[in-house]
């Protein structure tokens, strides 16, 4: 059996055509082409699907195009707080972190916290000292500094007459977007992986956390079922535990993948408020990318079929 | 209707009547009488579910007894740094805290979080810089310091032969203790709601996040099902989304509370591997209180039955 499959995703929200020049749209598609790719080439050859999936994610973090690792937005504080996350549906071995700073690669830690601790989530100072401890590779803020992101802070900073009113990501024109990066995987042993990464919300207070380091809100993997990674409004994603959610709608009542997906993004989500999307696997390889906000950034490839890259509805 | 039902924990481990005098027994059991009476005097007056829940793990967090609020145990740098969570079953609203010091009563900050800001979820210093906006609780070092819990730090310390090799908590008498407090209750007007807090683990490192402020993990209420609170080796809790597990089994298998309890603390967990226990009630009010440890602090008290106080198996 030579049968893989891989999808990404680099964030959900107010993606309109009528906002994009056809400049910025070939960069994304080009920056999405070159994550599935990464991945890809580890499915291809025989590699695990947890290692596609941080393969592509490490690719998605390191285009600032994408509010994840170097792209990651500004805090309130003007610093980058990441969180990410990442699980093997071999096993449900997880590992997340959140709340950290001057990491080049917060997936990669997230990796290590489930492969070189007894732990599954480690957080702020903490999780540095433990990226320290195990040799990970840090960068400076010169690295993290993106100006696009820094001229976003100060315009999101101008408007902030609420304290906490600040859900999504103010974009240069109004845009509401929820910049995370993930990815799902199906290797030729048939295992899945899941995994998320992000850089919060611009000018974020108060240390908030979201959904992608928690396990069954943003992440979730299991062979049994699924391999699930979200994008979307974080607080309405841990609400209603929208990756396990799904895996339990299969498990426990027999729905197909793209039922189960339909349901959470389409119908329950939506009931709740909770705007955004999602990638997912099942372990026989079918993909689905659901979402109910105006556009996804996303892309798609099996083994047996061709490289799917999509953006607007 | 005038039915009304509440439960309570105070942590799962290696709990034996062996090692235990009468004089500590009796102890406990009245902690755990005086946490059920506060969260049931709300219930009996027609108060919300949500308020019991708060009421009951104050009571237990302002106990020296339990490793939660002025009992919680010391990390490896000497500090106390606690998590909580709570949820409303009515309307899936979520508030949660993680890796704060100098809180009162953590499982307050996490309402205040849920009700007062936007967000489900807040870590660190972040977490205090929103309790100082809201003018929480603070209470100094002096108020945290329990003989009991340094002395645990210290005698952690000196057998840390590997760093991260710290589950659980080490005792006195080399017991395996998960230290962790919670409540579930439905009030009369047929709400749920299920709370978690916990001061984590003794000589903690690395920023570790247990289960207690994961919703969906640690903590989990939905009127459609039932409502959770989970104690034990976090990291196994996490990786099953054990709380969320339940409300699945019951609304998408259409098993009881207890057969769905049965199927992951008595079964799904230990094929994990995972100690620990939880405390679980249902819409209609039946209670459970399954737990696969040596044993569990734990009382239940419904408006037409009498109080159950069990510690052991």
Redesign the interface.
Known sequence: MNKYAIAIHGGAGTILKSSMTDEKEQAYKTALEEAIHAGEVILKNGGAALDAVESAIISLENNPLFNAGKGAVFTNTGKNEMDASI?NGLD???GAV??ISNIKNPISLAKAVMEK???????????I??AK?INAEFADADYFFVPMRYDQLQKAKQSDTI???H?ADTFENGEKKFGTVGAVAMDVHGNLAAGTSTGGMTNK??????DSP????GT?ANNTTCAISCTGH??FF????VA??IS??ME??GLSLKEACDKVVMDKLVK?GGEGGLIAIDNKGNIELPFNSEGMYRAKKAADSDLYIGIYK
């Open positions: 699980m449900l071995r997880a959140a709340g601790s007894e732990h599954v989530f480690l957080a702020g100072a903490g999780a000292d433990f401890k304290a906490l009113d859900t207070k108060y240390g908030r956390v979201g928690i396990i069954g809100a979730y974080g607080e841990i609400r209603a535990v396990y959610d339990c709608l426990y009542k709740l």
